[in-house]
């Protein structure tokens, strides 16, 4: 769902468009999430902070209640801040579903390792990452670091992506994308620790059963500890020394 109306405006004001449809995005996956009985983790939309005059890239989870919290992007890409004036967010959350917890990394964020990590430490199971990227390294960034906090916080990665092109819309003018399933890299999940994944560019549904035992077990027993030995990481960094050679 993205309509910026007449693209040749100036940037700001197609913007505030988009934000205007936020009601509109928030009542379609509300309705969508309670009809169907599932969670939703939607794509991102701007989001206008009418007091404190800002724009903010949120991403909505809702349950199948309908109701919803709302993850927004803690990092802001060059692009994002320069040319869009967007501003970041300031918080994580992570949220308590019927199943587990579950983390909402969005693009940019994924790629740093501190929020993950962060998440997993307060049992984050899953790390939910919508991610739009125009090319195949701005993909690989995003899917590499993906598996990489699989890997170090035990936790799946799902990542989402968009494709296509929309040639007249220079932020999403051509998309690279592969949506995935990531896992740790232990005997528990699939070899190459992908249980499943899409097709480069093609629009289409990735479905896969997460067993979040096997995350716990993981956790508790797996062949080795990332998550658990990650504690001392803070007592390390505070002895931090240089040595010149």
């Known amino acids: 769902m993205l309509t910026l109306g007449d693209v040749r405006?100036?940037?700001?004001?197609?913007?505030?468009?988009?934000?205007?449809?936020?009601?509109?995005?928030?009542?379609?996956?509300?309705?969508?999430?309670?009809?169907?009985?599932?969670?939703?983790?939607?794509?991102?939309?701007?989001?206008?902070?009418?007091?404190?005059?800002?724009?903010?890239?949120?991403?909505?989870?809702?349950?199948?209640?309908?109701?919803?919290?709302?993850?927004?992007?803690?990092?802001?890409?060059?692009?994002?801040?320069?040319?869009?004036?967007?501003?970041?967010?300031?918080?994580?959350?992570?949220?308590?579903?019927?199943?587990?917890?579950?983390?909402?990394?969005?693009?940019?964020?994924?790629?740093?390792?501190?929020?993950?990590?962060?998440?997993?430490?307060?049992?984050?199971?899953?790390?939910?990452?919508?991610?739009?990227?125009?090319?195949?390294?701005?993909?690989?960034?995003?899917?590499?670091?993906?598996?990489?906090?699989?890997?170090?916080n035990q936790v799946y990665v799902i990542q989402s992506c968009t494709v296509g092109s929309l040639p007249m819309v220079p932020a999403v003018s051509l998309n690279y994308g592969q949506a995935s399933i990531l896992t740790p890299s232990d005997f528990s999940f699939s070899r190459d620790g992908i249980l499943a994944e899409g097709a480069v560019n093609q629009e289409m549904m990735v479905i896969g059963e997460l067993n979040l035992n096997t995350i716990q077990e993981g956790r508790e027993s797996g062949t080795v500890l990332p998550l658990r030995d990650s504690k001392r990481t803070q007592d390390v960094l505070a002895q931090t020394e240089l040595v010149k050679l």
């Open 9 to 152: 405006r100036p940037m700001r004001e197609q913007i505030i468009d988009l934000a205007r449809a936020v009601p509109l995005y928030i009542e379609l996956f509300s309705r969508l999430a309670k009809e169907h009985s599932i969670y939703i983790v939607a794509g991102t939309i701007p989001v206008f902070d009418a007091g404190r005059d800002k724009f903010y890239n949120d991403s909505h989870f809702f349950s199948p209640s309908g109701e919803y919290g709302v993850q927004g992007k803690l990092h802001m890409t060059r692009f994002e801040s320069e040319e869009w004036d967007v501003s970041p967010r300031e918080r994580l959350k992570v949220f308590e579903t019927d199943f587990g917890k579950v983390a909402i990394a969005n693009c940019y964020d994924i790629e740093f390792p501190e929020l993950s990590r962060a998440a997993a430490h307060q049992d984050a199971q899953i790390i939910i990452t919508p991610s739009c990227t125009d090319n195949r390294q701005g993909f690989l960034r995003v899917r590499y670091c993906a598996h990489a906090r699989a890997i170090e």
